[in-house]
């Protein structure tokens, strides 16, 4: 189960300054760096996190502002880390199938789905708008893993770029294989339970034989 933002798309940066800008269009005057580090948590709790006091309605105003603006001044300037393809190509040809789950909504990951070319290689997905709660609740995976039956837990692995990622997939049940592609520091992945550090998608492939999807390395999950 692969996260999206962050992990396969180069993201976080354009996520912190949309959620900035939305922030002071509000009165809000939150610097990008505290944003920064609550990137990988859907609306739903990174604005909680920021802004406890929020009312709900605030919050549902601030998070539209937010997703309307991402999608016209941000969504198009995104690009896909290298090596995304040739890793789910080496991943299909062990016969591992791949979904995503991702916080944002089903129309960003559609988007990135085309973006990273791989339709053809997914076989599901899912996305905020199928769950009630986002990253870091596990609902996210937990939704992702009813898609698998009958794989259970012990028999997946997550890849992620955030401790959010890392900590709604041990909520699941599942570990994490954490890409430092997403700007977080080793220590904040390690702390979150990261079961192995990688820098991207081109690591990943380029250190696969001793990874942990490894076909010699199944028994491990």
């Known amino acids: 189960m692969f996260d999206v933002d962050g992990t396969l798309v180069d993201t976080n940066d354009l996520h912190a300054e949309a959620w900035r800008q939305a922030f002071l269009h509000f009165g809000h005057d939150i610097d990008v760096a505290t944003i920064r580090l609550q990137v990988g948590k859907g609306g739903d709790n990174l604005i909680p996190s920021l802004l406890p006091d929020l009312d709900e309605p605030a919050r549902a105003a601030l998070e539209a502002y937010r997703g309307d603006l991402f999608k016209r001044d941000y969504l198009p300037r995104a690009v896909p880390f290298p090596g995304v393809r040739a890793l789910f190509e080496r991943l299909a040809q062990d016969g591992i199938r ?5 916080s944002s909504s089903k129309a960003e990951v559609e988007y990135h789905l085309a973006l990273i070319g791989c339709e053809d290689l997914v076989f599901a997905f899912t996305s905020k708008d199928d769950v009630e709660s986002s990253k870091p609740c596990p609902d996210i995976f937990e939704a992702a893993l009813a898609r698998l039956i009958p794989l259970t837990a012990g028999q997946v692995l997550v890849v992620g770029d955030t401790p959010w990622d ?24 390690e702390e979150a339970g990261a079961w192995a550090l990688y820098d991207g998608p081109e690591d990943l492939l380029a250190r696969y034989a001793d990874s942990p999807f490894a076909r010699h390395a199944a028994e491990a999950f």
């Open 98 to 102: 791949i979904v995503l789950a991702s």
């Open 166 to 189: 890392v900590e709604a997939a041990a909520r699941a049940g599942v570990r994490t294989i954490a890409f430092r592609s997403g700007g977080f520091d080793d220590a904040l992945l």
